[in-house]
């Protein structure tokens, strides 16, 4: 199985979901209150250095140290980490923006969106060395997804056109048989397909449309009532891990790389490369990303109308200096 997919098989995940439900059965958490419990399922928690973070937590011992006993799964997509979320199998979702977005629209989407993780875009193509963008086909995961969405502001920047492709792995092999131009990626995924098999970065999103928040992260509404402290204790945490990094990324690097799968080396170039490293790994909520994620949904049509993020977004979670306000 390619480790860089982002989904888990049906069994793993059925088995992964029995566990999960388990706990917290025997934990008393989901729609209990008075828990330490806190089940997250995080798309890519085995693929993404700011989704792995999280492990790098439990392994540490600094959610125990914070008094949240954090279980973590990788979701296998957008929909499937919701869903597990909207059911009660799980507390909380990391999970796409758009993914996110659309399903807290949903009627009754037992789903409040909390904050925005990993702020800075950083989605790029890659492509074999020869490749070119005039005529280009860029492959995206599937509709509804982040990558369609960034793919859909690309198309009307650049004339390119899409395709729904799948995983990273997936698109990178369809553009080495040359099925499309070049294949959506993210770090660290990119530094190791540069470094290792030939690949070139063809388009930068970021330098083209602007950033915003990689994930959102959404919580099951009972249990945001009635175990708020958890959350509270988890964001508190997740800026302590988002610090780690930022001031230390030699050792982050180091572990982070087996967490994901990528060398230490891959690993560090992927850090090195990010272009403000500050800005991804922290909570500090900038309005200005919101609106450009919440503008691309629109011109996408995904969505009608604008987000109103002041109602959307329920910051009481989180630190009060990472907070803003909207107009």
Do not use: H
């Not at 001031?247 to 990010?274: I, R, Y």
């Not at 450009?292 to 109602?311: C, F, H, K, R, Y």
């Amino acid at each position: 199985m390619d480790k860089w997919k982002l989904a888990l098989t049906a069994g793993a995940m059925s088995a992964a979901l029995l566990v999960g439900a388990t706990a917290c059965a025997d934990e008393n958490a989901g729609s209990s209150g008075g828990s330490t419990r806190l089940s997250i399922s995080a798309t890519g928690a085995d693929s993404l250095p700011f989704m792995a973070i999280l492990q790098a937590g439990i392994d540490k011992g600094w959610f125990q140290e914070a008094g949240v006993d954090v279980n973590l799964y990788s979701g296998g997509g957008g929909g499937n980490t919701l869903r597990v979320v909207t059911s009660g199998d799980a507390d909380m979702a990391i999970a796409g923006n758009t993914s996110v977005i659309l399903a807290a629209r949903q009627p009754n989407s037992k789903l409040k969106i909390v904050a925005p993780w990993f702020q800075l875009n950083d989605f790029s193509w890659i492509a074999p060395a020869a490749a070119t963008l005039d005529g280009a086909t860029l492959g995206f995961s599937s509709a509804g997804s982040s990558t369609e969405l960034i793919v859909k502001g690309l198309e009307a920047r650049l004339g390119v056109r899409s395709q729904a492709v799948g995983t990273m792995g997936d698109n990178w092999t369809a553009a080495r048989a040359g099925r499309i131009t070049a294949g959506w990626a993210m770090q660290p995924f990119i530094a190791s397909k540069v470094a290792n098999e030939g690949a070139k970065v063809l388009v930068d999103s970021r330098k083209i449309l602007g950033d915003m928040p990689a994930d959102l992260v959404a919580v099951n509404t009972t249990y945001a009532e009635q175990n708020p402290e958890n959350i509270t204790k988890f964001f508190k945490v997740v800026t302590r891990l988002n610090d780690w990094v930022v001031g230390d990324p030699k050792a982050a690097a180091e572990t982070l790389a087996p967490l994901v799968g990528v060398s230490v080396a891959d690993m560090q170039k992927a850090f090195a490369d990010t272009p403000d490293l500050a800005k991804g790994y922290s909570l500090k909520i900038d309005p200005k990303n919101l609106d450009n994620l919440s503008s691309l949904m629109v011109g996408a049509g995904q969505i009608s109308e604008p987000v109103d993020w002041s109602t959307t977004l329920d910051q009481r979670y989180l630190p009060e200096d990472d907070r803003a306000g909207f107009k």
